[in-house]
């Protein structure tokens, strides 16, 4: 049997680029992974909408159902193949709740409200601390424990959660008997980017002036990466500490206009940011463009798209079901 895989993401809003090279180019890049075998994947991949995690902030319910399927739109867009991928919707899986609430009878408060990002959402939401905020990192290991997943694509920021679902499966075993798989990180490189108006704070869907979205247009690209704010000087140079504004603006470069900083540096050697920034426009937009294109064409696919939800949710449900059988027992829910 292949390892499985598993990763998911929330449902909040029109992703953004940082999104698309953290998550989703990656998503394919491991969907097609070869194991050595003609037209066979090296892993069993499974890729959900995590619209039960995306309650935690404030949201909108008429506009929730908007939001999944914009978000199915851009998984298939982007090349997740439901061929070789199972998509499924978090919510459609019941045991998801059913594994949390079971994992959090285990789960020690002290570790939790340790969390780094718990501490980051309570400090940008304060009007919004909920409980579901505090206890996300119990949803997420249930997410990962249900489906047996031995690897997880994780950024530096969410390797704290992981190893948190890992304490979980080696409490519970430890209880109750083997049980769970110890998922381990793979850790993917990912251009941490910044917004595009504060070169200090990363590139956020709240931030929509500093946010290039994939669903923007050529104009609208044309006019945030010409409105962003850039250091002293006109050099096109690559020194975070001291040039922060026109590094990333290089990251985006390096990462969607396939020239390696160095290359970058050269190209605009002795001229000044305004000559860059058109240029760099042009590239995100010549970058975008298929997806953006092919995006448009799904979207009038409605009977395809929701054959592929069914199928991904029936798939995962009978996986899902047969392992949160399999806790039951071991701790007593019998009948």
Same mark, same amino acid.
């Given at each position: 049997?292949?390892?499985? !895989? ?8 029109? !992703? ?19 194991? @050595?075998?003609? @037209? ?38 982007? @090349? ?21 609430? &079971? ?57 704290? #959660?992981?190893?948190? $679902? ?29 917004? !595009?108006?504060?070169? $200090? ?19 609208? &690209? ?19 500490? #001291? ?13 969607? @206009? ?78």
């Amino acid at each position: 049997m292949k390892p499985i !895989l598993i990763s998911g993401v929330q449902p909040t809003g029109k !992703l953004h680029i940082g999104n698309y090279l953290g998550a989703l180019k990656n998503f394919v890049a491991l969907q097609n992974l070869p194991a @050595g075998k003609a @037209g066979s994947g090296k892993y069993e991949c499974y890729f959900f909408i995590a619209d039960l995690h995306s309650l935690t902030e404030d949201f909108s319910p008429k506009e929730k159902p908007r939001q999944v399927a914009n978000l199915v739109l851009d998984f298939l867009a982007a @090349g997740i193949n439901p061929q070789k991928s199972t998509i499924f919707i978090q919510s459609q899986i019941p045991a998801h709740s059913e594994l949390a609430w &079971i994992l959090n009878t285990i789960a020690p408060m002290g570790e939790l409200s340790r969390m780094t990002q718990f501490k980051e959402k309570s400090e940008n939401h304060k009007q919004n601390i909920n409980i579901g905020l505090f206890d996300y990192p119990v949803l997420q290991a249930a997410d990962i424990l249900l489906y047996d997943a031995t690897v997880v694509p994780v950024g530096e920021d969410q390797v704290q #959660h992981l190893e948190f $679902t890992r304490t979980l499966a080696r409490k519970f075993n430890a209880r109750f008997g083997k049980v769970f798989i110890e998922p381990k990180p793979l850790l993917t490189d990912v251009p941490r980017l910044m917004s !595009l108006d504060n070169p $200090t704070k990363k590139m956020s869907k709240s931030r929509l002036a500093g946010c290039l979205f994939l669903d923007d247009s050529a104009k609208a &690209i044309r006019e945030k990466i010409k409105r962003a704010v850039t250091d002293s000087g006109r050099e096109v140079k690559y020194d975070p500490k #001291h040039k922060p504004a026109i590094s990333n603006l290089m990251k985006i470069y390096e990462a969607m @206009g396939e020239k390696t900083i160095k290359e970058i540096e050269t190209k605009f050697k002795n001229k000044g940011y305004g000559e860059f920034k058109n240029d760099l426009a042009e590239v995100v937009i010549k970058y975008l463009a298929p997806f953006q294109k092919k995006k448009k064409q799904l979207s009038r696919e409605h009977s395809k798209i929701k054959s592929i939800l069914v199928r991904g949710n029936k798939k995962a449900s009978q996986k899902a079901e047969k392992k949160i059988k399999e806790i039951k027992n071991k701790i007593g829910l019998t009948v």
